[in-house]
Structures are given as C-alpha cells and as structure tokens.
C-alpha cells in the first residue's frame, strides 16, 4: 500500500527563502492534519489548500505523501543522531564507565520530540508500514548501535565486541519502543517508566557484566576441552 518504487524521494530542496517556507510550511500542515484526521484521510491536495499553496508547488517537492513523512522522519532521526553524538563525546570525557549519561540524554530527547509532535505515531506507522522507511530506519539503527558499541568498547577494551553491539541494537530499539509507550500513559506512570528505562538500559550496557559473563564462558569451555577436573587427594 505504502511503496511504489522509490517514491519517497523529494524532488528538489529549496534554496531561496520563499520556497524554503512553502516546504516548511506543508511539513507543518501535514503534521497538523495527520494529527488531527490520520495520515489514511488526508489528501495532498487537501495539504496544499490548508497551506494555502498551489498543488503544483507541492508536487514539486514532495512526489507523494509518504515523501513528506519522509522528511518528517529524517528531521527527527537527524535529531537523534546529534543527541546521541553529544552524549557519546560526554561519555568518552568521562573517568567512569556508567553508561547511564550515554543513554539517558537520548531518552530525554526522544521523549521531548515526540511529546511535541502530535501525529508522531502516525508517522511512526507510516514507516513502519513501508518497505523503504523500514529499510532506513533499520539502516540508522544499525549504525546508532555501531556508535553506541564503539565508545563502550574504547572504555572497555576486555568486553566482548559483539555483546556490545547487540546490547547496543536491543538498547536502541527498547528506548524507541518504550517512549512511545510511556507518552501513552498519563502521569506519574509516564515519568516512572521513563525513570525505570533510563535504570534498565544502564544495566544492559553496563560492559563489566559482560565480562563475568564472558569469563563464564571462558572456563566453561576449557572445562569442556580438558574434561572435568577433581581435587587432589592426598597419598
């Protein structure tokens, strides 16, 4: 329903300030009727009339509807990105190995723009719903888990390198996952599961337990190898 070739492309990027405040200005009034109505009942051409912009000039920057979410996606993953960058050059400043500062600016952030943008699970849906969002979204996840396992990994250069990336991976997507639900929710559930998934992933990143779980491992292979031993008995 949602993917039609490479259709979510926009056409050209706006140079001049006019046009620069058309594009802005559809963006806005996607948001405000996806919002309001679902992104299923709202037209293009309906977008364009409540921007009071001719249907033409939006057309020449978004070819479809999913091009605007789209933009709207990459506006706030580009968001992310920053947040998480910022918080990973604290993390590699710092003398301890808490992981929690790494994530839990994240979590504020992620929390922040999507209280604020109220179509967000629309838009959310739409990506979920479209092999070509999917396929980029996984993408920026990857690479967020790269990021996030490569500056664990500098402050613990013992832990295993791909048990970080994992943890990494499974940090992102409960984070992502887990704001959506907590604005669900009315207060104070809301602020006490946030509180509860900043705790939880500080645990799941926190690289020494990877290591007694790695030195586990260890010895219980080369238990395997050299059979099972016994204490010695005295003559």
Not at 44 to 72: C, G, H, N, W
Not at 122 to 146: F, G, H, M, Q
Not at 159 to 184: G, H, K, N, V
């Amino acid at each position: 329903m949602f993917d039609g070739g490479r259709r979510t492309t926009i056409k050209r990027i706006p140079r001049q300030k006019r046009s620069q405040a058309r594009f802005d200005a559809v963006l806005r009034t996607a948001l405000r009727l996806f919002a309001a109505r679902g992104y299923e009942s709202v037209s293009m051409r309906e977008i364009a009339r409540e921007a009071k912009i001719p249907i033409a000039s939006v057309y020449q920057y978004f070819p479809t509807k999913l091009a605007i979410v789209r933009e709207m996606w990459n506006r706030y993953t580009s968001t992310m990105s920053e947040t998480l960058a910022a918080g990973i050059a604290t993390y590699m400043k710092g003398d301890r190995k808490d992981p929690s500062g790494l994530i839990g600016g994240v979590i504020d952030q992620m929390a922040d723009l999507q209280a604020s943008t109220p179509a967000f699970i629309e838009i959310w849906s739409c990506v979920a719903a479209s092999i070509e969002l999917r396929t980029l979204n996984v993408e920026d996840t990857l690479r967020n888990a790269r990021l996030i396992a490569s500056a664990l990994q500098q402050h613990n250069p013992s832990a295993d390198p791909s048990a970080l990336f994992d943890r990494a991976l499974i940090a992102i997507e409960m984070a992502s996952a887990s704001t959506r639900f907590a604005l669900s929710i009315p207060e104070p559930h809301r602020a006490r599961t946030l509180l509860s998934l900043k705790h939880a992933l500080s645990l799941l990143l926190e690289p020494s337990s990877l290591e007694r779980r790695s030195s586990v491992r260890t010895r219980r292979r080369n238990k395997e190898r050299t059979g099972p031993s016994f204490p010695k008995t005295r003559s």
